[in-house]
């Protein structure tokens, strides 16, 4: 045991689980699991593919919001507007110019830096609440534009996929399972660029500036220009995997930038476990899945038969989330990641006042 | 002239909504420091009980739009208070938590609305003075944005006059002010914070009851498109202060109608901008104190 626990600090053991778990991730497509309940059928069907890809894409999005809330403490509510960004922006750029599949996600990218910095250079003048609701607003109006100007975007009809400078291996329904890896592509490269930045100079100044900001200047380090950073880090990552998700469900919709969508990667975060990696993972998977299984279940023919005190807020996914979310946030603060952790041989110290205190830090 | 005149007062009009949001989320803010994701459905949920009632009544009578009136205000009170007692309240001076809290309240809420009333607008009707036209300075401007603001003025005056002249407004004040020298003085804060919550939530009722008269339908969004504006407003006027947020209503409102006629439905764009300007010049808003 004490090799284990000694490999278990060295981050030896972590990665080889990693590791594996990647690998059973890769090789899913190839295996016919089935899993009743969870996924709607047999693992190498591209309809259940394209729910794992999605759930990767999510918990990808809700790893790029770690970096502003989890990591920096930044609470924004308009983190949909850089997901919607990549998702259009390379839509558009196909559409438009005529590019093939790489310069355009480079152009892309290359908008996605000067709009992340510019909008967080602005909303960054101030802080707390009123940095929530100036990030809302921006990401606002993003939503009318993109809803007001159809011949662009496609307005409330949503913004098909140009399929014609892509590359075929990444189009067509047998070939969901190139998009799913190159999901898990995505996230893997998403998570190392996290841990990256977590563990760089300015990653530790960023968690300094969340856990006193008046401290971290009174050192004589700069705050803004390390919360910018972080900024348009995780702005970026979220553009890129709207992109991913341009490619996987062949268009875009105004759902994307709306504050709802916002909200939704807040949840994940939340459920999966403030201030965890792999609690903003987890969090994605989960809450695709569970997502996906409420949808289902509200359609399902028992629950016709309810009376309607039951069969009304059964048939909205949303209003479960939603409830759940408040458990979450009233009686289990450290997410899935932090009952895990309670649950266990409390391996590590993060017990469910470091959570919420954690939480709280973010104010 | 009489476009001008037809643009400042339905710019009134709207201002005058965008303040009956805003008023609760600015007292709240102001003493709990709380940002309220639910208000909107607070809003949302009176306007449904205001338009059953007015249907159960008759709708073009004006006493159901008073009872539609009194219905929305007591449920956006009670409902509010509720929140505040049942959930706000457990998790005392968590701030963010407590607006997580309320972010899943509104997801919630929202879902629960689609599911008993649908997703689609329900199309209302008032009385019949409310739909026609009144003739000010040759501009035909429609009845129901006097009654918005004539509305607004009251409850607006309302919420000074209880602040300055009662006890409990006193306790509100002082809480605003500085929340822990008050409960050093042994005043059960506490009880001021509910209070608070159900001002807020009857005027975001009232508000609710208006706004489907003003667009002319309800539906389970209402209360989340004019929460963003609110939000807008509050920032813009400064966090807590009820004056900041009366002003800001209006300049946000009438700017709003104005930037929708001539610059050609940019209405949305020019109120995101104001925000930017303000918070690059003035970051605490127009009557915010230095935090």
Same mark, same amino acid.
């Given at each position: 045991m004490s090799v284990i626990r000694s490999l278990w600090a060295r981050g030896a053991v972590r990665w080889a689980l990693a590791g594996v778990l990647v690998a059973f991730a890769a090789v899913l497509p190839l295996l016919n699991l089935v899993v !009743?309940?969870?996924? !709607? =059928? &047999?693992?190498?069907? !591209?309809?259940?593919?394209?729910?794992? &890809?999605?759930?990767?894409?999510?918990?990808?999005?809700?790893?790029?919001?770690?970096?502003?809330? =989890?990591?920096?403490?930044?609470?924004?509510?308009?983190? &949909?507007?850089?997901f919607a960004i990549g998702a259009y922006g390379l839509g558009i750029i196909l559409e438009r110019t005529g590019l093939d599949l790489l310069p355009a996600v480079g152009l892309t990218l290359v908008v996605a830096i000067v709009l992340a910095a510019l909008f967080g250079a602005v909303s960054l003048r101030v802080s707390g609440i009123s940095f929530a609701m100036v990030t809302l607003a921006f990401a606002q109006a993003g939503s009318v534009l993109i809803r007001r100007n159809p011949d662009v975007t496609g307005g409330e009809e949503g913004l098909g996929l140009e399929t014609e400078h892509i590359p075929d291996w990444l189009v067509g329904v047998v070939d969901t399972r190139n998009l799913y890896w190159l999901a898990l592509g995505v996230i893997v490269l998403v998570f190392l660029v996290v841990r990256w930045f977590e563990r760089s100079r300015a990653g530790h100044v960023a968690a300094a500036v969340r856990e006193n900001e008046l401290r971290v200047r009174v050192l004589g380090l700069p705050p803004f220009s390390v919360k910018l950073l972080a900024f348009v880090i995780g702005s970026v990552l979220a553009a890129i995997t709207g992109m991913l998700y341009l490619l996987l469900q062949s268009g875009a919709t105004p759902r994307a930038v709306s504050a709802d969508f916002t909200l939704t990667i807040l949840v994940i975060v939340v459920l999966g476990g403030v201030g965890s990696r792999w609690g903003a993972v987890i969090g994605g998977v989960v809450y695709t899945l569970l997502d996906q299984r409420l949808t289902a279940l509200a359609g399902s023919e028992w629950i016709d038969d309810l009376p309607a005190v039951l069969r009304i807020p059964l048939s909205e996914p949303l209003f479960i989330l939603g409830t759940l979310f408040i458990l979450v946030v009233l009686f289990l603060p450290g997410g899935i990641v932090g009952l895990a952790a309670r649950l266990g041989r409390r391996r590590t110290p993060t017990s469910a006042g470091d959570a919420r205190d954690r939480l709280e830090e973010t104010t | 002239m009489s476009t001008v005149i037809l643009l400042l007062i339905t710019g009134l009009g709207l201002g005058a909504l965008y303040f009956l949001v805003a008023s609760g989320l600015s007292l709240i803010y102001g003493l709990m420091g709380v940002l309220n994701f639910a208000h909107g459905s607070f809003l949302t949920l009176a306007a449904f009980l205001g338009w059953e009632t007015a249907r159960a009544l008759g709708a073009d009578s004006w006493g159901s739009l008073v009872a539609a009136l009194a219905v929305g205000a007591a449920s956006g009170a009670l409902v509010a208070a509720g929140t505040e007692f049942l959930l706000i309240r457990r998790l005392y001076d968590r701030h963010i938590e407590q607006v997580l809290v309320t972010v899943g309240l509104a997801l919630a809420t929202v879902a629960l609305f689609?599911?008993?009333?649908?997703?689609?607008p329900q199309f209302i009707r008032g009385p019949a003075w409310l739909a026609e036209t009144t003739e000010v300075l040759g501009a035909r401007i429609p009845n129901n944005r006097f009654l918005l603001i004539a509305v607004a003025v009251l409850v607006l005056v309302a919420i000074m006059v209880f602040l300055r002249f009662t006890r409990y407004g006193l306790v509100i004040r002082a809480g605003v002010e500085n929340r822990s020298m008050v409960t050093a003085l042994g005043i059960d804060v506490r009880r001021a914070f509910t209070l608070v919550f159900a001002i +807020?939530?009857?005027?975001?009722?009232?508000?609710? $009851?208006? #706004?489907?008269?003003?667009? +002319?339908? $309800?539906?389970? %969004?209402?209360?989340?498109?004019?929460?963003?504006? /609110?939000?807008?407003?509050? @920032?813009?006027?400064?966090?807590?202060?009820?004056?900041? #947020? /009366? @002003? /800001?209503?209006?300049?946000? /409102?009438?700017? %709003? %109608?104005? #930037?929708?006629?001539?610059?050609?439905?940019?209405?949305?764009?020019?109120? $995101?901008?104001?925000?930017?300007? $303000?918070?690059?010049?003035?970051?605490? +808003?127009?009557?915010?104190? @230095? #935090?």
């Open positions: !009743p309940g969870v996924l !709607p =059928g &047999a693992t190498y069907t !591209p309809g259940t593919l394209q729910i794992l &890809a999605l759930a990767l894409i999510f918990a990808a999005l809700a790893l790029s919001y770690h970096v502003l809330f =989890g990591v920096t403490g930044l609470l924004s509510f308009g983190h &949909a507007l850089y | 689609d599911g008993i009333w649908g997703t689609d +807020g939530g009857a005027a975001a009722g009232i508000g609710g $009851v208006l #706004a489907s008269h003003y667009f +002319g339908y $309800v539906s389970p %969004q209402l209360g989340g498109s004019l929460l963003i504006f /609110a939000f807008i407003v509050t @920032v813009i006027g400064g966090l807590g202060s009820l004056p900041g #947020a /009366a @002003v /800001a209503s209006v300049v946000v /409102a009438v700017l %709003q %109608q104005f #930037a929708n006629f001539y610059l050609g439905g940019s209405g949305d764009l020019v109120v $995101v901008l104001l925000l930017a300007v $303000v918070l690059l010049v003035r970051p605490r +808003g127009l009557f915010g104190r @230095v #935090a």
